[in-house]
């Protein structure tokens, strides 16, 4: 029984892992072009893209789901045909909300002088982001940043919310018929996972810290 359950929690653990990994290589790119959105001079955008993403950080992530998953089929007859995509969807529209603004705070931490510095020496504004500001930025925004991605783990549960088998509901299904166990026995997963991920972020930390921040 116990190499059953284990091997139907790490079917649903795979799910979990493709959720949390196409999540976080779509949502970081996002979220970067969101925060320059918010930052942006010109008006219409910051205001649009500051609605954004208050509306998206306002509302449980659940309901965003239900939303992108229910509402093409009543509202427009076009039924979504995919659980796994709608998921993606609501997850990566989530979280470059959250990723926009841990980007736009680490961007705006950086002191214009250094922007000067870099115009001084000749530099374009392209030069100065990617060469100086950058890692900066990056040592900045990496414990705000590890914080979300490890919460983004966890969140991958919600997806049962539509009959995604993942980890949880694997386990729930166990739990269907008598047995509790394999419901706790899950969350041994989720802490090796986040385990593995707090020593991954505290190794680039380390490698990150010859930037003092003042």
């Known amino acids: 029984m116990f190499a059953e359950v284990t091997l139907k929690l790490f079917s649903g653990f795979g799910v979990t892992c493709l ?12 979220g970067l072009i ?20 208050w509306v998206i950080r306002g509302t449980p992530l659940m309901l965003q789901l239900i939303v992108v998953f229910y509402v093409p089929g009543l509202v427009f007859n076009h039924p979504m045909q995919s659980r ?14 959250y990723f926009s603004e841990i980007f736009r705070g680490g961007i705006e931490s950086i002191s214009k002088g250094q922007y000067e510095a870099g ?15 950058l ?4 040592k900045r925004i990496l414990a705000p ?11 991958t549960s919600l997806a049962r919310t539509i009959a995604v088998t993942e980890l949880i509901r694997e386990a729930q299904n166990f739990v269907s018929v008598g047995l509790i166990w394999p419901l706790f026995y ?3 997963f989720y802490l090796v996972f986040c385990g593995l991920l707090t020593l991954l972020f505290g190794y680039i930390e380390k490698k990150l810290s010859y930037f003092r921040i003042m």
């Open 84 to 97: 796994i995509t709608a998921v993606l969807i609501a997850f990566v529209i989530n979280y470059s909300a």
């Open 119 to 133: 115009q001084v020496l000749g530099m374009t504004k392209t030069q100065i982001f990617f060469n100086v500001v």
């Open 145 to 155: 940043m590890s914080n979300e991605i490890i919460t983004l783990v966890k969140d």
């Open 34 to 53: 969101v925060s320059f959105g918010s930052m942006t001079k010109f008006k219409p955008i910051k205001l649009l893209t500051r609605a954004f993403v």
């Open 186 to 188: 899950s969350g041994v």
């Open 19 to 30: 959720l949390f990994l196409l999540t976080l290589v779509m949502s970081l790119p996002l």
């Open 135 to 138: 890692l900066q930025i990056i």
